[in-house]
């Protein structure tokens, strides 16, 4: 029985020239990683995983439709020559099928693709790049260990335009010795460069990451809750009056222009995770037999040479996998919801809240009215609208979304969470 979640593709790409001193990421330097896990024959062993995970689908029945996005982030996927992308690519096709319109994406340090590089992209079926900006203030940008110029960022945007693919650039606020002045350029330089879609996120520091170090040993300063606030609003002002309006807390689209791949994230769509450390999703449905099939997490191998060897020995690389109970779904329901425009859909949540108590009496859950959500609107952290089918959402005011943490744990308390 074919799924009627839309199914999205994520592949990881694990290999950096060089590690940013903020990263946490899964993401190693070396070209080969021993195992069969190396740059040179990466595309081939991430196949395999495809086909592995394809055949464990079917024996689970779960036959999934075409994929609706696919989408190449690491690590830096552009380390890799354009042909192993394409291939993947082509590889995912021959796997699962792609969707008429799919959405394409690979993610790009802007110093490791040229003119070449992207035509080559194109031509290849992709549809969209998402550049790793990040700054453009050469001192944020040596603070956070990118090598990249705003002029390479640039001649990508431009070498993308002239294939007609969709550009993205991310950006990261906060980081230490970045005044607001220079948020402000950064902002908009990336606004003047035209794109239909830009990210903007929090630096959060990781204790165990080379920067996370320097803080604590106090040679760099800890960024500042009341810094990133004032930045995030700053974004926000700039990003509105350009046209790119926001969708979820960190991103901002031209109407249209949105990551349908995020989306899909945020939207609890299914996915199939592929490369170390990868994460996949498959929504609770019916089998190929028609009986209940619960809802499953699974992430692979998280270090390279290891999730090689699985897939030599002919398994699917996960490191592990849980059931998702009723009550963890209405958990994340709750939690991606509150982060969307689109907002978080109240008789949805409702029947998940139905769904977990009938699963399990024990839980204290409760439906919620919109009355008791007042206190909320009154605090100004959300809104109650109504959508095209009168049905309620729940939508996330700008002070909502600087304070979505708190947002979600006042809804957690009403839900008996």
């Not at 024996?59 to 993947?88: C, K, N, Q, W, Y």
């Not at 929504?283 to 099939?293: C, F, H, T, V």
């Not at 952290?381 to 939508?395: F, Y």
Request: aromatic letters at 8%; a negative charge; glycine letters at 10%.
């Amino acid at each position: 029985m074919k799924s009627s979640d839309p199914f999205e593709v994520y592949v990881h790409v694990p290999f950096c020239m060089r590690r940013c001193g903020y990263c946490d990421f899964n993401t190693y330097t070396a070209t080969d990683l021993g195992g069969g896990a190396s740059r040179g024959n990466y595309a081939a062993m991430v196949i395999r995983e495809m086909r592995l995970v394809r055949d464990w689908q079917l024996a689970h029945g779960i036959e999934e439709p075409p994929a609706s996005t696919v989408f190449f982030g690491g690590g830096t996927p552009t380390i890799l020559p354009a042909r192993d992308l394409v291939a993947m690519l082509h590889a995912t096709r021959e796997t699962w099928g792609i969707a008429p319109g799919a959405e394409i994406t690979t993610e790009a340090n802007p110093d490791t693709v040229d003119a070449d590089y992207i035509r080559e992209l194109a031509d290849g079926g992709f549809t969209r790049i998402s550049f790793g900006m990040q700054s453009a203030v050469p001192h944020v940008l040596r603070t956070l260990d990118r090598t990249h110029t705003p002029a390479n960022v640039e001649a990508g945007v431009r070498a993308a335009d002239a294939c007609g693919l969709r550009s993205s650039v991310d950006l990261i606020y906060g980081a230490p010795g970045e005044s607001l002045d220079d948020w402000r350029a950064s902002v908009r330089t990336a606004i003047d460069l035209g794109v239909s879609h830009i990210s903007a996120y929090a630096l959060t520091v990781e204790p165990t990451t080379k920067m996370g170090r320097q803080i604590a040993a106090g040679t760099l300063p800890k960024p500042d809750d009341d810094d990133e606030a004032a930045k995030y609003e700053i974004a926000d002002d700039l990003l509105t009056a350009a046209g790119l309006e926001w969708y979820e807390v960190s991103n901002w689209a031209k109407p249209g222009y949105e990551s349908r791949h995020n989306l899909g994230y945020w939207r609890n769509a299914d996915w199939a995770g592929l490369g170390p450390g990868a994460h996949s999703h498959v929504n609770a449905g019916l089998d190929a037999s028609g009986a209940p099939r619960k809802a499953l997490r699974a992430w692979d191998i998280a270090h390279p040479r290891l999730w090689g060897m699985a897939i030599g020995e002919g398994r699917v690389p996960w490191g592990g996998s849980e059931e998702i109970t009723p009550g963890e779904n209405l958990e994340e329901l709750i939690m991606l919801g509150l982060r969307l425009r689109e907002g978080l859909d109240l008789g949805r949540i409702n029947q998940a809240i139905a769904s977990a108590r009938e699963s399990d009496a024990s839980l204290p859950l409760q439906p919620i009215d919109v009355a008791q959500l007042q206190p909320m609107v009154d605090d100004g952290l959300i809104a109650v609208e109504a959508d095209s089918d009168n049905r309620r959402r729940i939508v996330p005011t700008r002070k909502g979304r600087l304070l979505n943490d708190a947002v979600i744990e006042r809804f957690f308390d009403l839900a008996g969470i």
